[in-house]
């Protein structure tokens, strides 16, 4: 059965730091193009940062690039998304999802194909 489990979320003033991390069961991480999405509340879920499997490529919310940064340990099966200098309007739900065999990283969320049970992270002011 293929399982995501994000941990990692909390709450944290602006400006402050978090890292969220996904373990994925190793047969779905191997060659799965690894994301994060984030659904505030009233809003839809949107595509947050992403990163392939085959060259490592990323790519990122317009508004978290500089701030947000996504890795990938292979050995551990383990997506990681460091979040620095944040915002009250990071304030979301933050899913880890895997596009299993996609070489390339795609932002809408219909390509993924695994998803995980989500980790709140509060932004205060």
């Known amino acids: 059965q293929v399982q995501l489990a994000e941990s990692g979320g909390g709450l944290v003033q602006a400006g402050g730091s978090l890292r969220l991390s996904c373990v994925a069961s190793e047969r779905t991480f191997r060659r799965a193009t690894m994301a994060w999405f984030r659904q505030a509340p009233g809003k839809e879920r949107q595509f947050v940062a992403g990163m392939s499997w085959s060259d490592s490529s990323t790519a990122y919310l317009d508004s978290v690039k500089g701030r947000f940064t996504i890795s990938r340990d292979n050995a551990k099966s383990t997506v990681y998304l460091q979040m620095n200098s944040l915002k009250v309007e990071d304030t979301a739900v933050y899913y880890c999802?895997?596009?299993?065999?996609?070489?390339?990283?795609?932002?809408?969320?219909?390509?993924?194909?695994?998803w995980g049970q989500g980790t709140q992270v509060t932004v205060s002011s």
């Open positions: 999802a895997a596009d299993q065999f996609a070489t390339v990283v795609l932002t809408h969320e219909e390509a993924y194909d695994y």
